[in-house]
Protein backbone atom coordinates (compact mmCIF):
# COMPACT_ATOMS: atom_id res chain seq x y z
CA UNK A 1 0.00 0.00 0.00
CA UNK A 2 1.25 3.46 -1.34
CA UNK A 3 1.86 5.85 1.54
CA UNK A 4 -0.77 8.99 1.53
CA UNK A 5 1.16 12.53 1.51
CA UNK A 6 -0.17 13.07 5.21
CA UNK A 7 1.50 9.98 6.04
CA UNK A 8 4.97 10.75 4.11
CA UNK A 9 5.22 13.95 6.09
CA UNK A 10 4.33 12.40 9.41
CA UNK A 11 6.89 10.21 8.95
CA UNK A 12 9.93 12.18 7.64
CA UNK A 13 9.30 15.39 8.76
CA UNK A 14 8.80 17.23 5.32
CA UNK A 15 7.40 20.70 4.45
CA UNK A 16 3.53 20.42 3.62
CA UNK A 17 4.21 23.03 0.57
CA UNK A 18 3.97 22.96 -3.13
CA UNK A 19 6.45 21.55 -4.66
CA UNK A 20 7.92 19.65 -2.12
CA UNK A 21 4.90 18.30 -1.21
CA UNK A 22 4.19 17.01 -4.61
CA UNK A 23 7.92 15.79 -4.75
CA UNK A 24 7.95 13.54 -1.75
CA UNK A 25 4.03 12.16 -2.35
CA UNK A 26 5.58 11.02 -5.92
CA UNK A 27 9.09 9.49 -4.02
CA UNK A 28 8.05 5.76 -3.03
CA UNK A 29 5.82 5.32 -6.27
CA UNK A 30 8.52 6.63 -8.53
CA UNK A 31 11.02 3.62 -6.89
CA UNK A 32 8.13 1.16 -6.90
CA UNK A 33 7.43 1.77 -10.98
CA UNK A 34 11.20 1.70 -11.53
CA UNK A 35 11.79 -1.51 -9.98
CA UNK A 36 8.65 -3.31 -10.99
CA UNK A 37 9.38 -6.41 -13.14
CA UNK A 38 10.60 -5.42 -16.78
CA UNK A 39 10.67 -1.85 -16.09
CA UNK A 40 14.60 -1.24 -16.63
CA UNK A 41 14.93 -3.71 -19.37
CA UNK A 42 12.13 -1.73 -21.28
CA UNK A 43 13.77 1.59 -20.40
CA UNK A 44 16.90 0.32 -21.39
CA UNK A 45 15.68 -1.02 -24.69
CA UNK A 46 14.21 3.16 -24.87
CA UNK A 47 17.60 4.45 -23.99
CA UNK A 48 20.02 2.29 -26.47
CA UNK A 49 18.02 3.63 -28.75
CA UNK A 50 18.50 7.48 -28.04
CA UNK A 51 20.57 9.44 -30.76
CA UNK A 52 23.09 11.10 -28.04
CA UNK A 53 23.88 8.05 -26.51
CA UNK A 54 24.49 5.96 -29.72
CA UNK A 55 26.51 8.79 -30.23
CA UNK A 56 28.15 8.60 -27.41
CA UNK A 57 29.33 5.19 -27.87
CA UNK A 58 30.16 5.40 -30.95
CA UNK A 59 32.79 8.39 -30.10
CA UNK A 60 34.21 5.77 -27.66
CA UNK A 61 34.91 3.19 -29.73
CA UNK A 62 36.52 5.14 -32.17
CA UNK A 63 38.44 6.79 -29.95
CA UNK A 64 39.53 2.88 -28.53
CA UNK A 65 40.01 1.97 -31.99
CA UNK A 66 42.82 5.19 -32.51
CA UNK A 67 44.31 4.30 -29.28
CA UNK A 68 48.29 3.94 -29.19
CA UNK A 69 47.75 2.56 -25.82
CA UNK A 70 46.14 2.21 -22.84
CA UNK A 71 47.29 5.40 -21.07
CA UNK A 72 46.34 7.45 -24.03
CA UNK A 73 43.25 5.37 -23.55
CA UNK A 74 42.29 6.25 -20.04
CA UNK A 75 43.19 10.14 -21.11
CA UNK A 76 41.02 10.34 -23.93
CA UNK A 77 37.14 12.19 -22.72
CA UNK A 78 35.61 10.06 -25.30
CA UNK A 79 36.63 6.79 -23.64
CA UNK A 80 35.81 8.65 -19.55
CA UNK A 81 32.86 9.78 -20.52
CA UNK A 82 31.35 5.69 -21.36
CA UNK A 83 33.90 4.28 -18.85
CA UNK A 84 33.63 5.74 -15.23
CA UNK A 85 29.76 5.63 -15.48
CA UNK A 86 30.23 2.69 -16.33
CA UNK A 87 32.42 1.28 -13.61
CA UNK A 88 30.22 3.53 -11.41
CA UNK A 89 32.57 6.46 -10.94
CA UNK A 90 30.48 9.01 -13.32
CA UNK A 91 32.08 11.97 -10.72
CA UNK A 92 35.52 11.22 -12.23
CA UNK A 93 34.99 11.85 -15.80
CA UNK A 94 36.89 14.69 -15.60
CA UNK A 95 39.56 12.95 -13.76
CA UNK A 96 41.73 11.43 -16.69
CA UNK A 97 45.19 11.65 -14.07
CA UNK A 98 43.72 9.77 -11.04
CA UNK A 99 41.78 7.33 -13.77
CA UNK A 100 45.10 6.22 -15.32
CA UNK A 101 47.37 5.75 -11.81
CA UNK A 102 44.14 4.30 -10.53
CA UNK A 103 42.75 1.81 -13.19
CA UNK A 104 46.38 0.75 -13.68
CA UNK A 105 47.33 -0.24 -10.38
CA UNK A 106 47.19 -3.64 -8.66
CA UNK A 107 43.65 -3.90 -7.58
CA UNK A 108 44.92 -6.65 -5.36
CA UNK A 109 47.48 -4.74 -4.31
CA UNK A 110 46.89 -2.96 -0.38
CA UNK A 111 48.93 -0.76 -0.97
CA UNK A 112 47.91 0.22 -4.96
CA UNK A 113 46.13 3.28 -5.21
CA UNK A 114 43.29 1.91 -6.41
CA UNK A 115 43.26 -0.29 -3.29
CA UNK A 116 43.59 2.69 -1.14
CA UNK A 117 41.02 5.06 -2.88
CA UNK A 118 37.86 2.50 -1.77
CA UNK A 119 36.03 -0.13 -2.59
CA UNK A 120 34.49 1.17 -5.82
CA UNK A 121 37.73 2.31 -6.85
CA UNK A 122 39.45 -1.20 -6.48
CA UNK A 123 35.95 -3.16 -8.19
CA UNK A 124 36.44 -1.15 -10.94
CA UNK A 125 40.25 -1.72 -11.42
CA UNK A 126 39.57 -5.47 -10.59
CA UNK A 127 36.32 -5.19 -13.53
CA UNK A 128 38.62 -3.33 -16.20
CA UNK A 129 42.24 -5.80 -15.41
CA UNK A 130 44.35 -2.91 -17.11
CA UNK A 131 46.97 -3.69 -14.66
CA UNK A 132 47.87 -7.05 -16.20
CA UNK A 133 46.20 -7.06 -19.41
CA UNK A 134 46.79 -3.34 -20.76
CA UNK A 135 44.82 -1.96 -23.79
CA UNK A 136 43.93 -5.64 -24.74
CA UNK A 137 42.00 -5.64 -21.71
CA UNK A 138 40.06 -2.61 -22.61
CA UNK A 139 39.49 -3.30 -26.08
CA UNK A 140 37.92 -7.26 -25.15
CA UNK A 141 35.07 -7.26 -27.07
CA UNK A 142 33.52 -8.93 -24.75
CA UNK A 143 34.54 -5.77 -22.63
CA UNK A 144 32.99 -3.39 -24.93
CA UNK A 145 29.33 -4.61 -24.73
CA UNK A 146 29.91 -5.06 -20.89
CA UNK A 147 30.62 -1.24 -20.75
CA UNK A 148 28.22 -0.12 -23.50
CA UNK A 149 25.00 -2.21 -21.69
CA UNK A 150 26.53 -0.62 -18.58
CA UNK A 151 27.12 3.19 -19.85
CA UNK A 152 23.36 2.24 -21.38
CA UNK A 153 21.71 1.38 -17.91
CA UNK A 154 23.83 4.65 -16.24
CA UNK A 155 22.10 7.10 -18.88
CA UNK A 156 18.24 5.32 -18.51
CA UNK A 157 19.02 5.76 -14.63
CA UNK A 158 20.26 9.64 -14.53
CA UNK A 159 17.15 10.00 -17.18
CA UNK A 160 14.89 8.76 -14.04
CA UNK A 161 16.25 11.74 -11.82
CA UNK A 162 14.62 14.26 -13.90
CA UNK A 163 10.98 12.61 -12.89
CA UNK A 164 11.84 11.83 -9.33
CA UNK A 165 15.15 13.52 -7.25
CA UNK A 166 17.98 10.66 -6.14
CA UNK A 167 16.22 8.01 -8.17
CA UNK A 168 19.38 6.80 -9.85
CA UNK A 169 20.85 6.93 -6.67
CA UNK A 170 18.50 4.82 -5.13
CA UNK A 171 18.44 2.03 -7.47
CA UNK A 172 21.92 1.96 -7.30
CA UNK A 173 21.86 1.46 -3.32
CA UNK A 174 19.11 -1.12 -3.96
CA UNK A 175 21.88 -3.48 -6.32
CA UNK A 176 24.91 -2.52 -4.32
CA UNK A 177 24.46 -1.80 -0.63
CA UNK A 178 24.29 -5.73 0.12
CA UNK A 179 27.97 -5.66 -0.82
CA UNK A 180 29.45 -3.52 1.44
CA UNK A 181 31.04 -4.98 4.36
CA UNK A 182 32.97 -2.04 5.89
CA UNK A 183 31.64 1.38 6.49
CA UNK A 184 34.47 2.26 4.61
CA UNK A 185 33.29 0.31 1.95
CA UNK A 186 30.29 2.90 2.07
CA UNK A 187 31.90 6.14 2.58
CA UNK A 188 34.33 4.81 -0.16
CA UNK A 189 31.35 4.61 -2.66
CA UNK A 190 29.90 8.37 -4.05
CA UNK A 191 26.69 6.89 -4.50
CA UNK A 192 26.03 4.39 -1.38
CA UNK A 193 27.77 7.42 0.61
CA UNK A 194 25.05 9.54 -0.49
CA UNK A 195 22.18 7.91 0.14
CA UNK A 196 23.40 6.59 3.79
CA UNK A 197 24.18 9.91 4.70
CA UNK A 198 21.19 11.39 3.60
CA UNK A 199 18.90 9.00 4.77
CA UNK A 200 20.32 9.04 7.60
CA UNK A 201 20.23 12.65 8.18
CA UNK A 202 24.16 13.82 8.33
CA UNK A 203 24.78 16.60 7.45
CA UNK A 204 27.01 17.55 4.37
CA UNK A 205 29.28 19.36 6.96
CA UNK A 206 30.18 15.69 8.06
CA UNK A 207 33.02 15.34 4.64
CA UNK A 208 35.16 17.72 6.08
CA UNK A 209 35.75 15.33 9.42
CA UNK A 210 38.22 12.56 9.20
CA UNK A 211 37.09 9.30 7.91
CA UNK A 212 37.46 7.66 11.05
CA UNK A 213 35.38 10.17 12.74
CA UNK A 214 32.70 10.03 9.89
CA UNK A 215 32.60 6.33 9.85
CA UNK A 216 31.48 6.60 14.03
CA UNK A 217 29.04 8.81 12.76
CA UNK A 218 27.57 6.04 10.49
CA UNK A 219 28.12 3.47 12.69
CA UNK A 220 26.20 4.89 15.54
CA UNK A 221 22.82 5.40 13.69
CA UNK A 222 23.49 2.19 10.93
CA UNK A 223 23.99 -1.48 11.87
CA UNK A 224 26.38 -2.59 8.61
CA UNK A 225 24.51 -6.57 9.03
CA UNK A 226 21.07 -4.37 8.07
CA UNK A 227 22.63 -3.85 4.75
CA UNK A 228 21.99 -7.57 4.17
CA UNK A 229 18.45 -7.67 4.88
CA UNK A 230 16.28 -6.57 1.42
CA UNK A 231 14.00 -5.03 3.24
CA UNK A 232 16.06 -2.39 5.88
CA UNK A 233 17.94 -1.69 2.29
CA UNK A 234 14.93 -0.82 0.81
CA UNK A 235 13.67 1.63 3.88
CA UNK A 236 16.55 3.58 3.78
CA UNK A 237 16.66 4.03 -0.09
CA UNK A 238 12.98 5.09 0.24
CA UNK A 239 14.27 7.52 3.19
CA UNK A 240 16.58 8.93 0.84
CA UNK A 241 14.16 9.61 -1.79
CA UNK A 242 12.00 11.59 -0.12
CA UNK A 243 14.92 13.56 1.53
CA UNK A 244 16.12 14.31 -2.09
CA UNK A 245 12.69 15.22 -3.15
CA UNK A 246 12.90 17.93 -0.62
CA UNK A 247 15.63 19.01 -1.22
CA UNK A 248 15.01 19.49 -4.56
CA UNK A 249 12.17 21.08 -3.88
CA UNK A 250 13.47 23.17 -1.60
CA UNK A 251 15.89 24.48 -4.08
CA UNK A 252 13.35 25.02 -6.62
CA UNK A 253 11.26 27.12 -4.33
CA UNK A 254 14.68 29.42 -3.54
CA UNK A 255 15.50 29.77 -6.87
CA UNK A 256 11.64 30.62 -7.72
CA UNK A 257 11.70 33.50 -4.97
CA UNK A 258 14.93 35.12 -6.02
CA UNK A 259 14.35 38.05 -7.28
CA UNK A 260 17.45 38.35 -10.04
CA UNK A 261 15.95 34.80 -11.13
CA UNK A 262 12.67 36.11 -11.85
CA UNK A 263 13.69 38.73 -13.51
CA UNK A 264 15.68 36.76 -15.84
CA UNK A 265 12.50 34.48 -16.34
CA UNK A 266 10.40 37.39 -17.35
CA UNK A 267 12.97 39.02 -19.53
CA UNK A 268 13.26 35.45 -21.20
CA UNK A 269 9.75 34.92 -21.83
CA UNK A 270 9.84 38.56 -23.43
Request: charged share 20%; hydrophobic share 50%; aromatic share 4%.
Amino acid sequence: MALSLAQVQSLFGVPASGAASAGVAQAIPALRRATAEGAEAKGMAREAKDPVTLSTLARFRQALDKAESIEQALTDPRVLKVLMPALGLPDQVGNPGLVRRALLSDPADPKGLAAQLGAAWKAAAATLGAHAAGLDALRDPAMVQRLTDAYVKYAYRSGLDEQQAGLSDALYFLESAGRAERVFDILGDPVLRRVVTGALGLPEQIAVQSVEAQGRAVTARLNMASLKDERAVRMLAERYLIAAAGKAAEAAAGQQADPLSMITRLAIRA
